[in-house]
């Protein structure tokens, strides 16, 4: 049966879980029931089958599966165990009784059948079909369809969420109308970026600069993952609309994710205590100094670095650039003593490591604002784990360099990783020699000046920018 299965997947695959969704789904049981629903989509056979029974005036219930469990319930009718069509599924319907499916609906089970689900099980309906369907959905969490004789429509259930499928001109219309928004937020979103690039290049970037990209982008994916939903019900009918949705958030959530790796305010504590784990594992390896040396010096922010370029304003005190100055100038950030590599976890720095666990936390957190939150700038500067008070959004900030360097071409991720470990902050980053550059670990003269140029072609374009 020539079921929508990349609807289902763009609905279901990467989507985190508790997200919201639109109204063709209830909580807890939602995954499942889009999997329910892309069974009945627009343009697979299934559908057209239960569409000549609805223009027969007709009503049926269609059970998905054949096990035992459904076959226990099951009294009366006859078995078929043949291939499926709609056209056999439209004259079985003729029949009052319910209609067993295989799991995959290739197959009619059997027809006529007599269900007899507990009765003790729960259910909100009126109807005698509506409401042996959701006990059975409940009972054994499998997909049933019923199609209504005298409302003319088809509701799915499965498990204790249902959902009445709407009419596809209905859902083309709420889907343009989400679009739209994405468009919109879309193109906020954009030059709230471009905004910011030029911003930490000529390192005068403030919290407010942040939440103005993370606003738009977050919009971005929620009317996103609503037309996804759209979709799953579409089936065949959506594959314009899916085009559209696809282009708009292509790359949104990845770039809201490197910005929240820029910005997010970490907690030394527990980075720490990560490096501490690392250095417990690698003991054999390297001792205790080098790996503060190499973690710790190189590997982003100490407790002053944190205060001084992201939350506290006051600048770069001179206590803190001279003990980094003296970790430079020892080469502490990559190599040890002896010039030998410390060995790293999976080639991941631990300190890395917590920073991106704590840009996770960070990113679930912004999913989980609702909408008033996401609307007021104080509460997303919270999520980056800045106090919500009066003023947060004026503070500087620094970034740490990561989208930046991903715009890069050929600089890998773990290349990425060691240059921020190194210089911490993305000014430093750009003061950096191509002397310091080649200090970092997997970074040639050749790739050095690969990184270097690239920063100064971003410096050139922001100085044109700002003059046109």
């Known amino acids: 049966m020539p079921v929508n299965p990349q609807a289902a997947e763009d609905a279901l695959g990467g989507r985190r879980a508790g997200t919201r969704r639109n109204d063709a789904v209830v909580a807890d049981d939602g995954d499942a029931l889009l999997e329910a629903l892309a069974l009945v989509a627009p343009g697979t056979r299934l559908r057209q089958g239960l569409d000549r029974i609805l223009q027969a005036k007709r009503g049926a219930i269609v059970v998905f599966g054949d096990d035992p469990a459904v076959l226990a319930i099951c009294t009366g009718g006859f078995v078929l165990d043949t291939a499926f069509t709609p056209e056999r599924l439209s004259e079985l319907a003729k029949m009052d009784g319910a209609i067993i499916l295989t799991a995959d609906a290739s197959r009619i089970a059997r027809a006529n059948v007599h269900l007899t689900p507990r009765a003790s099980i ?7 079909r509506h409401r042996t369907a959701e006990r059975v959905a409940r009972s054994l969490d499998v997909p049933v369809v019923t199609v209504s004789e005298s409302m003319s429509t088809i509701t799915v259930y ?7 499928l709407q009419q596809p001109g209905r859902l083309i219309d709420r889907a343009a109308q989400a679009i739209a928004a994405v468009e919109r937020f879309k193109s906020r979103f954009d030059l709230a970026l471009a905004l910011l690039s030029t911003l930490e290049v000529e390192d005068s970037v403030s919290v407010n600069d942040v939440v103005a990209v993370l606003q738009p982008g977050e919009m971005v994916v929620r009317f996103t993952e609503e037309v996804q ?37 970490t907690d030394d504590a527990v980075l720490d205590e990560g490096v ?5 594992a690698d003991a054999t390896v390297v001792d205790a100094a080098v790996v503060d040396a190499a973690v710790v010096g ?10 001084a370029a992201v939350v506290g ?11 980094r100055d003296e970790r430079e100038r020892s080469g502490a950030g990559w190599l040890s003593g002896n010039g030998r590599r410390p060995s790293r976890d999976a080639g991941r720095d631990p300190r890395a490591s917590a920073l991106r666990a704590r840009a996770d936390e960070a990113l679930a957190a912004l999913h989980e604002l609702s909408h008033e939150e996401l609307m ?3 509460a ?38 060691r240059i921020v470990e190194r210089f911490a902050t993305l000014p430093r980053l750009m003061e950096a020699s191509l002397a310091d550059l080649e200090k970092v670990g997997g970074v040639g003269e050749a790739k050095a000046r690969s990184v270097k140029d690239g920063l100064s072609r971003m410096v050139e374009a922001s100085i044109l920018e700002r003059y046109e």
Not at 231 to 257: N, P
Request: glycine fraction near 14%; charged fraction near 30%.
């Open 313 to 323: 304003g006051a600048g770069k005190d001179a206590a803190v650039d001279g003990e």
């Open 380 to 417: 997303v500067a919270a999520v980056l784990g800045l106090d919500p008070v009066p003023g947060v959004l004026d503070l500087p900030a620094e970034a740490r360099g990561y989208r930046l360097l991903h715009r890069l071409p050929r600089v890998s991720e773990a290349v990425i990783e």
């Open 229 to 265: 939903g759209y979709l799953v019900e579409l089936g065949e009918d959506g594959r314009l609309i899916r085009l559209q949705i696809e282009e708009l958030g292509a790359g949104v959530e990845e770039t809201l994710r490197l910005v929240v790796l820029d910005y997010v305010v």
């Open 276 to 280: 501490r784990g690392a250095a417990d």
């Open 158 to 164: 499965r498990g204790a969420a249902r959902h009445m």
């Open 122 to 128: 729960p259910t909100s309906e009126t109807g005698t």
């Open 298 to 307: 190189g590997a982003g922010k100490d407790a002053a670095v944190v205060d």
């Open 376 to 378: 007021g700038r104080t």
